[in-house]
């Protein structure tokens, strides 16, 4: 992928950072699923494009991962900023998936907008339970695509899907089919769950993105790096401070110190023993941070 002049001419100008990446961050997914028939080809030439991006953005701009974090930790989130509106959250879902789904839902006839949020830092659903202030017992929850059950006047709705299924795609699977097969789930139950309800605004979004481990996703971490991570971070994104020592990792760039936690930045990976999932998050990088918002205006009284 090659970074045009003028995103970069942008990008130093820009007061606000975080949009300017955002947008396109949200212009590349959303162009590539224009272009793409094949939902195996959009996810694999999408991933080849948004990798290229953030190469550019880790390697000349390295400080705007602090400032990603900082974002995180500050911005309004999707209950602040649509109070009135209807909140779904569809667990683990990328910009990937929301962009796919934007054009599905403008062809069924939907009046829908598409922007972005911050997940919490780490990028973990956990932590952005404490961010929202929300509890599951705040939420109708689904985890049966094939029995969702909605009286209608729902408020939060809280999907498991797609997280549990990417939980489930171990390293060895077929990565096309199962990413085909996830994605299907997510759009079944975002049009079942829009069909139900009667709010005149929903909010789809996400608590975190994720990122894809396969060679040639990833910035490989290497040397005695590779084994301090292994030891320190094991298969996670982050760990708490306490008294751990990562400060040859900091200064090599592969480590970012946010919030009582190190946090592993961009898409750098290492290598761990045994079968790990190839779709991870908890990090610092674009893909785990921007999530998506779709906006979907119904008509009626």
């Known amino acids: 992928m090659k970074v045009e002049i003028n995103f970069v001419m942008e990008l130093i100008e820009s007061e606000s950072p975080i949009i300017t990446v955002g947008n396109k961050l949200l212009k590349l997914w959303l162009s590539m699923a224009k272009k793409e028939n094949e939902i195996g080809d959009y996810y694999y030439k999408g991933e080849e ?6 190469e550019f953005i880790l390697k000349s701009y390295w400080e705007f991962y ?3 974090a900082k974002a995180c930790l500050k911005e309004k989130d ?6 009135n509106a209807t909140i779904v959250i569809m ?3 990328s910009i990937r998936e929301s962009a796919l789904l934007y054009n599905r839902l403008r062809s069924e006839g939907y009046n829908v907008k598409h922007g972005f949020n911050l997940s919490a830092v780490p990028s973990d659903t956990e932590f952005f339970r404490e961010k929202i202030k929300k509890s599951m ?20 709705v809280w999907s498991y899907f797609p997280d549990v299924m990417l939980d489930k795609i171990k390293t060895g699977h077929t990565v096309i089919s199962s990413l085909e097969e996830m994605y299907k789930v ?3 139950v975002v049009l079942e769950i829009l069909t139900k309800l009667n709010s005149k605004k929903i909010i789809i979004t996400s608590d975190h993105g994720y990122i894809r481990t396969e060679a040639g996703f990833v910035f490989s971490v290497l040397g005695m790096a590779k084994r301090k991570f292994q030891q320190i971070f094991g ?18 760039g592969y480590v970012t110190e946010f ?24 990090g610092l990088s674009l893909m785990e941070c921007f999530t998506p918002v779709l906006v979907i205006e119904k008509g009626g009284e």
């Open 49 to 54: 494009e948004v990798r290229d991006f953030e």
């Open 66 to 68: 602090d400032l990603l």
């Open 78 to 83: 999707v209950f602040q900023l649509y109070s």
């Open 91 to 93: 667990d683990g879902m």
């Open 137 to 156: 017992s705040d939420f109708v929850q689904i985890n049966n695509p094939k029995n969702i059950r909605l009286a209608g006047d729902e408020k939060y």
């Open 186 to 188: 997510v759009e079944k």
């Open 235 to 252: 298969s996670k994104r982050y760990v708490k401070m306490d008294d751990v020592d990562v400060e040859d990792l900091i200064k090599e």
């Open 259 to 282: 919030n009582g936690y190190y946090l592993a930045k961009s898409r750098c990976l290492w290598p761990v023993p045994g079968r790990y999932s190839i779709y991870i998050h908890g």
